[in-house]
């Protein structure tokens, strides 16, 4: 009875297998370390007191992996692995499809052979391309998908809706998150991305700590409260809880079901800046720039199909999530290379 968790030593993945462990579930970790660190287990260890099997493994290859198939006793997959920075997607559009969608596929085969049932996928609100409205709700039109990135979540997802189909005992969670923020409230593990942040709340965290000068704001003229844009943004630990909210609900047997996972309020880049600033005490320098290529002016999920169906919702608000990524932030100036 062990819960596969693919990708679990990154951001999200790290926070997920700290909560499954604090609920007593028994996990093994797959992940090739391409973007993470080995140090994450030891903190997780200093959290939990327990230590996660890991497996250092590239899901994309099918002989990696098959031997934890063997070994475990495997019951549920988590599926986070996969590449995630929209701008290198771009650059290496093959990259990412080979690593996303053929990890998947890898997944799926070995899943299918070995009789494991249950798989909760890490999707995300980009597969709903540009909204036509906010909120977004799951049976709104997908498709659009701005960058390669994007199109390898909804292939993902396509291969998903095509497994479940061939497959009458197959249940699978489907999650699209909105944009997670924030860390375990302990500082040990959080947002470790390398080289300069795409996303604003490292950029953010990293201009209050002095790594950064200012932070650039992407545009003020979007259709929004103060111009600048609006996102969904939710903590971690929510994200995390919403996992093990989706594997109660695979439990039921529900076969193929997607959720969105977002707070159902939207937050501007200046709201997201002030909240910063009142949580930590340190005044943010910005920087009004153009627009950011691929940007769109609102984005926040309808929550209330994941509230009525898995009992879930977030619990955290914005400056709860601003003062954890900054604990995080300070006590980690440079992530987990100390
Ligand atoms: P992350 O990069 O911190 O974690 C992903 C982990 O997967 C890393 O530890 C990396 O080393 C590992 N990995 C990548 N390719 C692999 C492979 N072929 N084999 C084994 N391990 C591999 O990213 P995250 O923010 O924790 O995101 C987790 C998942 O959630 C990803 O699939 C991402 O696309 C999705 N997602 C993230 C966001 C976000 O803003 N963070 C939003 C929506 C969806
Ligand atoms: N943003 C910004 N400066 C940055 C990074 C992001 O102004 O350095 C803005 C971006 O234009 C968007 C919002 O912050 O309106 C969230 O961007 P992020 O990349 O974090 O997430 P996205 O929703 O684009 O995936």
């Known amino acids: 009875m062990s819960i596969l968790v693919t990708g679990g030593t990154g951001y999200i993945g790290s926070h997920t297998v700290v909560e499954l462990l604090n609920k007593g579930?028994?996990?093994v970790i797959v992940d090739n370390l391409c973007n993470s660190k080995l140090e994450v287990l030891n903190r997780i260890f200093k959290i939990t007191g327990k230590t996660p099997r890991f497996y250092k493994v590239d899901v994309r290859y099918e002989e990696e992996l098959r031997p934890i198939f063997e070994k475990e006793?495997?019951?549920?997959?988590?599926h986070f692995a996969g590449l995630k920075s929209v701008g290198e997607s771009v650059k290496f559009p093959e990259l990412y499809e080979e690593n996303n969608v053929g990890s998947s596929k890898v997944l799926l085969k070995l899943m299918s052979e070995f009789k494991v049932h249950?798989?909760?996928?890490?999707s995300s609100a980009t597969v709903y391309g540009v909204p036509k409205h906010v909120p977004l709700m799951e049976d709104d039109p997908v498709g659009g998908c701005t960058n390669p990135y994007g199109q390898t979540k909804l292939d993902i997802e396509y291969l998903l809706k095509d497994y479940a189909k061939e497959h009458k005992d197959a249940n699978i969670a489907i999650l699209r998150y909105f944009n997670p923020i924030g860390a375990h409230q302990s500082g040990l593990i959080g947002e470790d991305p390398q080289g300069i942040p795409n996303n604003l709340m490292p950029y953010i965290t990293q201009v209050a700590v002095g790594k950064r000068e200012f932070l650039n704001v992407w545009g003020n003229d979007y259709h929004t409260i103060d111009g600048t844009g609006v996102r969904d943004y939710i903590h971690v630990l929510d994200l995390a809880d919403g996992h093990l909210a989706a594997l109660r609900k695979l439990a039921e047997k529900p076969g193929l079901v997607i959720y969105n996972l977002g707070t159902g309020r939207g937050t501007s880049v200046l709201e997201l800046v002030a909240a910063f600033e009142k949580a930590s005490g340190v005044k943010i320098k910005y920087v009004i720039g153009p627009r950011r290529s691929g940007d769109v002016d609102e984005n926040y999920a309808d929550v209330t199909k994941a509230k009525r169906e898995m009992n879930w919702e977030s619990k955290y608000n914005i400056e709860d999530a601003?003062?954890?990524?900054?604990?995080?932030?300070?006590?980690?100036?440079?992530?987990?290379?100390?």
């Not at 249950?118 to 890490?122: E, I």
């Not at 954890?324 to 100390?338: F, M, V």
């Open 25 to 27: 579930y028994d996990v």
């Open 73 to 78: 006793k495997i019951t549920d997959i988590i």
């Open 118 to 122: 249950n798989l909760v996928f890490s």
């Open 322 to 338: 601003c003062r954890d990524s900054w604990r995080w932030q300070k006590n980690n100036p440079n992530g987990y290379d100390e």
